[in-house]
Structures are given as structure tokens and as C-alpha cells.
């Protein structure tokens, strides 16, 4: 940031500009002395003393009788920090990920005057029309927010992504629900035409928002969320077979236990010692050869992706679920069977297009890393503002003109 721009004011005064609009019937009240905080100065705080004029007025008809001067160049009429102290905040929190208080001890002030400084121009930058352009793929995941009493229930927030460009577009409280129709319904039609497929995990509150609101839109599942499914399913048979078999809880020298990494691995990449080793715990451990069954199908569901044939993997998944669906497997792989068949166009939508929900993960994270900065948050408003700010690539450009709200 280039100090001596910040440190340089307009040439003009706010006394010769408000002079020429004062009429005869409006007379000085005096001078009152303002302390607003700005940039510091050789490392140390300063503070700014402003004498703003004050006015009345005697016309009896007058609706405002008295006013003090307002130069925006110089201040916020709401805020305590001069312009510039409060752009510098607004960046170093915003862009550089910096947290409030560290500002506010930078700038020796208080946590609050730093945060609606944020707020103010942060807010106009988030919300400047310009700030996304027209999306092609639509990314919708959820992220815990925070626990409140009185039952401290896990409230959440839901992330709006545009897949294509990696880009954290909004966020809107709940998951899946009315909060993100309203925000597509507040979208103009012709972008939200303009989307044509939509990633998503396997949320059936999420498919039910695409197909009420965007009902032209492809649905993209996941791999990822697809493929730690039926890694799931595979862990539930594990515990489940280690407590009918020895009655409690996985031990280290229980077979089922010991292998329990050795399952999750990706089969080709399991040594020769390895997939040996795994072969005799099951053998110990796994004496219907459930846990067993459950591990062939998690490779099944991961050879889904070892090709992007379409057609090839529409087959396939209807003859794995069916064949997952028979009455002698396990009900967690069952289950897992019913799963795939209800998720089979978007599920294999993915070989056509390849978009999935990775950069909206991705922007989870990113709001995470603001949140952890924050140690947490129970302010929504001040939670979006930061995370757009950090993740929704604003136009930072615009900061040294843009008008705070």
C-alpha cells in the first residue's frame, strides 16, 4: 500500500466548500473539536482533532434546524476512523486475512471501531454489482457457523460457489433451505439461465433447491462425497461385525481393528505385504465375509470413476446396485445399493461434464482459516462480510473510491 497516497488530503477545504451553500438565514453555532483515529505514524498511534463547524438555521420553516459539517473525505459521518485509517482496516482484514484486534491494537483502538469501519466499506465492496460475472456450474455445500444456547445446536451456513471460476458468491443461513431460494430468486433471470449444471453432495435438501429453482440445471454429484459413502458403509460393517463378534469396541490386537486402515486404502495402492496382510485379518476377524463384501464394493463404487464413458457408467451403476440390493448382502451395503440407484443421473452426470464440488470445499475452507482468525463469530453479518471479503474476490481497486454504506 503506497503510504504518502493515504497520507495526502484534497486540496480543497471543507470551509470554502460548505461556504458557498450557506444561505442568509443560517448562522455558526461554533466550532466542535472531533478526535477520529488515524493511520499511525512512525509506528506509534495518532489520532486526528477535526473542528467541524456547526449550524443553524432561523428560517422558521426550516426542517433541520441545526447541522454539523460533513466531509467524507476526511470521515464518516458514523464512523471514528478518518477515510484513510478506515480503508487501510478495511484491507488488512478483509484482504490480508488479519484479525480485528490485531488491527485495533495497531491503530490503538478499540475492537469495535476497527470492526464498523470493516463493515462500512467492506459492505460496499461485497455488494457491488460487478463483483461476479454470469456462472456457468453452481456449487452448493454447507459449513458449520456456530452453537447458541439455549440447546446449542450446530447452526449452519451455506456456501454459494461458482465451480468454474473458484469464486465464494454468497453465503445465506440454514443448509438447503429457504434462505438460498430466496437469494437465486433475487438473482435476474437471465443469469441464473445462464447456469447449466450444478455440483452438489449427496444433500437431498440441496437436489430439492436446483430442481424447485433452477429445473434446467445438470446435477453433479460429487466423486468425492460418492466414494466416502461407501467408505462409510464399509466402516459401519466393520464396528458392527467387531461388536457381534467379540462384544466390544475395535482393540489394537483385534483383527478387524488392526486393518481398519488397510481397508480405507485404495486397493492399487496396497503392497503386496499389504493386501496380504488385510486378507488374513479378514480372514481372523470376518468370519461371514461381510466386512469383506463391503470393502469389494467401496472398490466397485471407486472403478465408477476409472473412465468418463457415460453410457459405460450408467450400466455399470445400475448393475452394481442391483447387485449391492440383494437380500444376502449386508444391510449397510444394501443400503448403500439404494443409494446409487436413487443418485444415478447425477452420480454419472459427472463422466460428461467433470465438475464437482471440489472449489466449493475449497471455499469452505477459506472460511474456516476466517473463522479461526476470529475465534469464531456470532455476528452473520459481520461472518459474511469477512468471509466475502477474503474469499469473494472483490475488485480491491475500487476501495480508494468506493462510497462505505
Known amino acids: 500500500m503506497d503510504t504518502s497516497e493515504l497520507l495526502r488530503w484534497p486540496v480543497l477545504s471543507a470551509d470554502r466548500q460548505n461556504a458557498t451553500t450557506l444561505g442568509d438565514v443560517t448562522e455558526s453555532k461554533g466550532r466542535r473539536l472531533v478526535e477520529l483515529v488515524d493511520l499511525p505514524v512512525y509506528g506509534r498511534s495518532s489520532r486526528l482533532l477535526w473542528h ?9 420553516d426550516c426542517e433541520n434546524k441545526t447541522w454539523t459539517e460533513v466531509d467524507e473525505r476526511i470521515a464518516h459521518p458514523r464512523l471514528t476512523l478518518t477515510d484513510r485509517a478506515g480503508r487501510f482496516a478495511t484491507r488488512a482484514v478483509g484482504q490480508d486475512g488479519r484479525s480485528v484486534n490485531e488491527v485495533a491494537r495497531e491503530l490503538g483502538c478499540d475492537w469495535h471501531t476497527v470492526n464498523d469501519a470493516v463493515l462500512a466499506y467492506g459492505s460496499a465492496l461485497i455488494d457491488h454489482p460487478d463483483r461476479f460475472d454470469d456462472v456457468k456450474a453452481l456449487g452448493l455445500d454447507e459449513t458449520a457457523f456456530v452453537r447458541l444456547a439455549p440447546y446449542f445446536r450446530t447452526n449452519f ?9 473458484g469464486q465464494l458468491l454468497d453465503i445465506v443461513k440454514g443448509r438447503g433451505g429457504q434462505g438460498t431460494v430466496d437469494w437465486l430468486r433475487s438473482q435476474p433471470e437471465s443469469w441464473r439461465s445462464g447456469i447449466t449444471h450444478g455440483t452438489l453432495d449427496l444433500s437431498s435438501a440441496y437436489r430439492k433447491v436446483f430442481l424447485d429453482e433452477l429445473p434446467d440445471v445438470t446435477l453433479v454429484a460429487d466423486p468425492f462425497h460418492v466414494v466416502k459413502l461407501a467408505t462409510s458403509k464399509l466402516d459401519e460393517v466393520r464396528r ?3 461388536n457381534e463378534t467379540l462384544g466390544h469396541r475395535g482393540r489394537k490386537n483385534d483383527p478387524l481393528y488392526r486393518g481398519r486402515r488397510l481397508l480405507t486404502m485404495a486397493e492399487e495402492r496396497l503392497s503386496e505385504d499389504g493386501r496380504t496382510k488385510l486378507l488374513n485379518l479378514l480372514e481372523a476377524g470376518d468370519p461371514k465375509g461381510e466386512v469383506a463384501t463391503a470393502w469389494h464394493a467401496k472398490e466397485a463404487v471407486r472403478e465408477l470413476y476409472s473412465h468418463q464413458d457415460q453410457p459405460l457408467a450408467l450400466r455399470w451403476l445400475d448393475e452394481l ?18 443409494t446409487l440407484k436413487r443418485w ?34 456470532t455476528s452473520f453479518r459481520n461472518y459474511r462480510v469477512r468471509a466475502l471479503l477474503y474469499a469473494g474476490k472483490p475488485d480491491w481497486s475500487l476501495l480508494k473510491t468506493i462510497a462505505p454504506h
Open 52 to 60: 467541524k463547524r456547526r449550524f443553524v438555521c432561523r428560517d422558521v
Open 157 to 165: 451456513i451455506t456456501s454459494i460457489v461458482d465451480v468454474g471460476a
Open 240 to 242: 458392527r461385525v467387531q
Open 321 to 338: 446396485s442391483a447387485h449391492l440390493a440383494d437380500g444376502m448382502r449386508p444391510p449397510e451395503v444394501r443400503s448403500l445399493g439404494r
Open 344 to 377: 444415478r443421473s447425477e452420480i454419472t452426470a459427472w463422466h460428461a461434464c467433470h465438475f464437482t464440488n471440489g472449489p466449493t470445499e475449497a471455499m469452505n475452507n477459506l472460511i474456516k482459516r476466517v473463522k479461526r482468525v476470529a475465534f469464531g463469530f
